[in-house]
């Protein structure tokens, strides 16, 4: 599976960006997919994650009522979109998957990564 992230940018504090993740390779519909962050100098974290159906979704506490991850099993791709966006968001994002698994958000679990976008907030 190669996971292609994209769409991290410069975004003021309060406003909203969407990324995507775009995989290829193998079914789609069979993975748990999951979005990390790794803000400078911290451990990478778990975002959020949406099971292979998208009946299930576990969010961070710290992006609970801002972010939401919906899925197209059709485009082969999952996104990422984030409202009121403070500045403590600014991080590098990551979109992992794992086949077969019903929810995790141990990164470890996660077989497959995509190569990170930038995700800027300023104040």
């Known amino acids: 599976v190669q996971l292609q992230a994209s769409g991290g940018g410069l975004v003021q504090a309060g406003g909203s960006l969407t990324l995507s993740c775009a995989a290829s390779?193998?079914?789609?519909?069979?993975?748990?997919m999951g979005w990390f962050r790794q803000a400078p100098g911290k451990e990478r974290e778990f975002v959020v994650s949406?099971?292979?159906?998208?009946?299930?979704?576990h969010y961070a506490d710290s992006v609970k009522g801002r972010f939401t991850i919906p899925r197209d099993n059709a485009k082969n791709t999952v996104y990422l979109q984030m409202n009121s966006l403070k500045p403590e968001d600014t991080a590098v994002y990551y979109c992992?998957?794992?086949?077969?698994?019903?929810?995790?958000?141990?990164?470890?679990?996660?077989?497959?990564w995509g190569q990170g976008t930038l995700v800027t907030v300023s104040s």
């Open positions: 992992a998957a794992k086949f077969w698994l019903a929810q995790t958000r141990i990164l470890s679990n996660y077989d497959y």
């Open positions: 390779g193998r079914t789609f519909s069979n993975l748990l």
């Open positions: 949406i099971s292979w159906s998208g009946g299930s979704t």
